[in-house]
């Protein structure tokens, strides 16, 4: 994983990897999400941008099964989710967060067996007793879970605690204990968030190679280069509504994105910069 290379074009298929139809999410009288659709397709990786407020995570979980939307439907290869985020884990479909959650004092390779759990068979009483099945599974998921710290980078850290990781490391981390559950979605929430410059290009090469494995991509990301380097579409949320959804050019260009962002458009054209304040405590519906 040593350069970086363009996004897959159009590799779309008949049923999309995710479908969001009509999705509306609200909280009392606060309406976070309002009736967005957004698809994404195998070997696609679509951005999902905003500024603070636009619903973006709420969106998120409505997607993991953290919230059950008020109004419309999720499906995962068309079929439609079931509202509990481990059931979502096993369907398919996994994900990070913008505030890193690892287990801090476990060590890197604790963190991705704990991934891998939703892939194993073996039940309460295999565990108690210890027998061949159990071995044999356990051997099974530390092999795969190396294999997925080499695929990041981080196989030389397996034993060290993850706490003790650098920032930009712990986001690897993360992402490979997502990966631990194989799955064909990945949703990564602000995954270059604090990081400088040579980290978040280490991220863009990541998530590229995962791309390349076939898992599909849904980003969320305040570093606009960082989203535009990467996708291959792009649809924005603003005071939960998706006001437009296409390819670079398209994003950049629309007035009503750069209203959202700078308040007012501008003369002529020119690129929308997202707010940069990543350090706000969100809410229900922050984001």
């Known amino acids: 994983m040593t350069t970086t290379t363009a996004p897959a074009a159009g590799l779309t298929t008949a049923t999309p ?8 999410m609200r909280f009392g009288g606060l309406t976070a999400v309002n009736n967005v659709n957004l698809t994404v397709g195998q070997g696609e990786i679509v951005g999902l941008i905003g500024p603070n407020g636009a619903g973006k995570t709420t969106f998120f979980n409505c997607l993991t099964g953290l919230y059950v939307p008020t109004e ?9 989710l079931p509202p ?31 991934g891998r759990f939703s892939r194993t068979k073996e039940g309460i009483f295999s565990a108690i007793l210890r027998g061949p099945g159990f071995h044999r599974a356990e051997a099974e998921s530390r092999e795969k879970a190396m294999e997925l710290l080499e695929f990041c980078g981080l196989a030389n850290k397996a034993e060290h605690l993850a706490r003790n990781l650098p920032y930009g490391e712990q986001r690897k981390l993360e992402i490979a204990r997502a990966l631990a559950s194989d799955p064909g979605l990945l949703l990564l929430d602000e995954p270059t968030a604090g990081m400088n410059p040579q980290e978040t290009v280490a991220a863009e090469e990541l998530v590229f190679a995962i791309r390349d494995k076939g ?6 990301e305040h570093d606009m280069k ?16 998706k006001i437009v959804e296409g390819d670079k050019e398209t994003v950049q260009n629309d007035e009503r994105v750069i209203t ?28």
């Not at 990897?17 to 509306?24: D, K, N, P, Q, Y």
């Open 17 to 24: 990897v995710l479908e969001a139809s009509g999705v509306i």
């Open 72 to 80: 419309g439907t999720v499906k995962y290869k068309g079929t439609v």
């Open 84 to 114: 509990k985020p481990h059931l979502v884990t096993q369907a398919g479909i996994a994900r990070t967060f913008q505030n890193i959650r690892l287990f801090a004092n476990m060590t890197v390779l604790e963190n991705v067996l704990v």
């Open 215 to 220: 898992i599909a991509i849904l980003v969320i």
């Open 226 to 241: 960082f989203i535009f380097n990467l996708c291959d579409r792009t649809a924005v949320l603003v005071q939960g509504q």
């Open 260 to 287: 959202a962002y700078l308040g007012a458009p501008l003369e002529g054209t020119g690129t929308p910069e997202a707010d940069a304040d990543t350090s706000t405590t969100s809410t229900e519906a922050d984001k």
